[in-house]
């Protein structure tokens, strides 16, 4: 019993660290530790002294509750004594789970967050210990797996992390349906299907990790959002032209410090248009203790920091990057992962921002395609204008970097962006975009400049977004600080490159102001700039035929259908051994017991031993039956059966008489009643029994 309450709360503490993605395992393993050793302490003590074994789920759940207090929930607690702060804390564990979800992972391992996981344990601890002495084994474990299956609704394991799961969790199980007292004959059929049923596990999360589709694991996290919060009703896109205002342009926006030039500053991504507003409709999370890289962004990075002092942005949108990585000194910060938006529902004093800047150069952005699953790149734009439709400045070229910046080059061919000293134009709707786009030379702002591109882009399948935000004074202050103001705020498009990520442009000509850095976005797109022919000499890249999804399929991942083959062929050659081994047993029953005669008599025989010797009893060649019955005198009831068998072996054998079919039925009569009596066994020797394979091979049956 030991063994196997150690097996179920290894399985708990198994399913609780896979939670580690989501708060980082530094944070998880002490508690989730703690709360298994302190529930096989209290089962130790139960079983020392019985008179509490009656009260061993309020104890486990006690001594549980400890270790939550004093590692999660130290904070609440005055000198380790626990207040009302706690307890609410451990309330709050009922709805942690939710404002988890609104999230990013790993999540900061804040005891209203993390305080559900170490609860969620402490409850299948004390299941698992209680089904251990009064189920079978296999429901023991359930608790174990209910954990392992919530971890996984959060954040599904792949590749190698599975696969090390699959090989935990199946040693776990071997540890607790393993017999208790087995001989070494034993140990080979256990051996052999452990060995069997991990190697199938391991093979199947492999299959099921390489995905042809290339589909995302589902996750709770899709479903939830954190509401963000409505200090203000205008969007930062109707906000430009107010701050571009004579009397509002010189107000400070914010002031900023950092060791490296920044280009620009966001404030929101917007990608949907239905023909009057720029809107996003992306989740906004709490912002964990660190936002990591999406899967888009492939190539190399550079981390980048600065401090920011808010001036007259009055929330909820925070000056951010694209990339942003950690936020510092912000009331519950929260991010919109997919466009990069900060957001607050109070405005810090200030607060330090840290983010990653994609690692590129012109030749490599030149060369590059673009990424047609961007989230909201490709947005439907509603009925287009006629004006705005039957303009082809691309000349039906396909859709690559190149020919991205061929048309930010016809933007700025064709049309000005309005003097800083004069009142630029408003509106970005579709009137205002007909009469900006359908004449040449037209005077526009910047605004219009983005949303423009933004029409145009997608019209010739390039995946593009409006971003409103600051340009960066040209030169710092005396002390170092720069200072942004409203005379700085600007809109430009984004088009997602593939590998990179979002990448800004510049139809409009207006952001460089300041210092730029060699490496920078704005520095690098300027190269390819030079280095991009005309729309009539950019060529198409090559795309090779269709041939077939099924066959593009198959190429694309390479390994599709060799992976797919193997897991049917093991999955074929599992459902046969589980099925076909005791099916071909009862047919050999059949076919020995439908013989006439002496062969009968023999038939007896030898299903008694076969069936004796899947039960563990040693079976030498020239055995006689009653040289079975002594080997079998461990398992009850069994003698007596067998000594009718050996009765009508002896009279067909050796009496010299003929085997009449009454000699045959006490000979089969035995053999039933060797399997009664083998039924009393335990179901796992029974089934042990069942799926043996040696019996059936002829030349492990004969020998010993």
Same mark, same amino acid.
């Given at each position: ?452 591109? *933004? ?113 049917? *062929? ?135």
């Amino acid at each position: 019993m030991r063994r196997r309450t150690v097996a179920v709360l290894g399985g708990v503490l198994l399913g609780g660290l896979c939670f580690a993605p989501v708060f980082g395992a530094a944070h998880l393993w002490l508690p989730a530790a703690l709360i298994c050793v302190a529930a096989l302490i209290v089962t130790e003590c139960c079983r020392r002294w019985p008179a509490l074994a009656t009260w061993r789920p309020l104890l486990m759940i006690g001594a549980g509750l400890l270790p939550i207090i004093e590692s999660v929930l130290w904070a609440t607690t005055w000198f380790g004594v626990p207040t009302l702060a706690t307890f609410r804390a451990l309330g709050s564990g009922l709805s942690a789970w939710r404002l988890t979800l609104e999230s990013t992972w790993p999540a900061r391992p804040e005891p209203e967050l993390l305080i559900f996981v170490p609860l969620l344990l402490l409850v299948a601890c004390v299941l698992a210990v209680e089904l251990v002495d009064r189920a079978p084994p296999l429901f023991a474990f359930a608790p174990a797996i209910g954990v392992l299956g919530v971890s996984q609704l959060y954040v599904a394991a792949t590749g190698l992390n599975a696969v090390l799961i699959a090989v935990g969790l199946g040693l776990l199980l071997v540890a607790l349906l393993i017999p208790d007292h087995f001989e070494y004959r034993k140990v080979m059929p256990w051996a052999t299907t452990a060995a069997v049923t991990l190697f199938a596990v391991i093979c199947g999360l492999i299959v099921s990790g390489i995905d042809p589709h290339g589909r995302t694991p589902y996750s709770l996290q899709r479903v939830q959002s954190a509401t963000a919060p409505a200090a203000r009703q205008a969007s930062p896109l109707d906000e430009v032209a107010s701050r571009l205002s004579p009397e509002s342009r010189d107000k400070v926006a914010f002031r900023y410090q950092s060791p490296q030039p920044v280009e620009r500053w966001r404030l929101v991504a917007l990608d949907n248009f239905d023909g009057a507003n720029w809107t996003t409709n992306h989740p906004v999370l709490r912002m964990g203790s660190r936002l990591a890289l999406g899967p888009e962004v492939r190539v190399p990075t550079l981390p980048q920091h600065a401090m920011i002092r808010p001036d007259d942005l009055d929330g909820p949108w925070l000056p951010g990057q694209l990339l942003p990585e950690t936020v510092s000194n912000v009331t519950d910060p929260q991010v919109e992962p997919i466009g990069g938006t900060l957001v607050a529902a109070q405005q810090p004093t200030h607060y330090n921002l840290t983010w990653a800047e994609p690692e590129v150069d012109a030749d490599y952005l030149k060369a590059a395609g673009i990424d047609a699953n961007a989230p909201g790149g490709l947005s439907d734009l509603g009925p287009v204008p006629p004006e705005i439709a039957n303009l082809q400045p691309l000349e039906g070229r396909r859709a690559t970097f190149q020919t991205a910046v061929a048309l930010e080059k016809y933007f700025r061919d064709n049309h000005k962006l309005a003097d800083e000293k004069s009142t630029p134009p408003t509106g970005y709707s579709w009137p205002q975009l007909t009469t900006f786009l359908a004449k040449p030379g037209t005077v526009g702002s910047s605004e219009q400049f983005a949303a423009g591109y *933004v029409a145009l882009a997608r019209q010739n399948a390039i995946p593009a977004r409006l971003v409103v935000g600051f340009r960066t004074p040209a030169e710092p202050d005396a002390d170092g600080w720069y200072t942004v103001r409203n005379s700085d705020a600007y809109a430009w498009p984004e088009v997602a490159v593939a590998g990179v990520g979002w990448w800004p442009l510049d139809p409009a000509q207006g952001a460089a102001r300041g210092s730029t850095s060699p490496t920078g976005a704005t520095s690098i797109t300027d190269q390819v700039r030079q280095s991009v022919p005309p729309v009539k000499e950019i060529k198409d890249p090559d795309v090779p035929p269709p041939t077939g999804d099924e066959t593009d399929e198959s190429a694309s991942t390479g390994l599709h259908v060799p992976l797919g083959l193997i897991f049917g *062929v093991l999955a074929t050659l599992l459902v046969l051994w589980l099925l076909g081994v005791p099916l071909l047993k009862q047919l050999r029953a059949q076919r020995r017991r439908r013989r006439s005669g002496s062969a009968a008599v023999v038939g007896a025989w030898a299903e008694a031993r076969d069936r004796l010797r899947a039960h563990g009893v040693p079976v030498t060649p020239g055995m006689t039956v009653r040289d079975l019955a002594h080997a079998a005198r461990e398992l009850p009831d069994t003698g007596p059966a067998l000594a009718n068998v050996a009765q009508a072996v002896d009279h067909a054998l050796w009496s010299g008489g003929p085997a009449t079919p009454d000699i045959a039925q006490q000979a089969w009569s035995g053999v039933h009643a060797v399997r009664r009596a083998l039924r009393s066994r335990p179901w796992l020797d029974r089934l042990q029994a069942a799926l043996e394979l040696r019996t059936l091979l002829p030349g492990l049956r004969k020998s010993g």
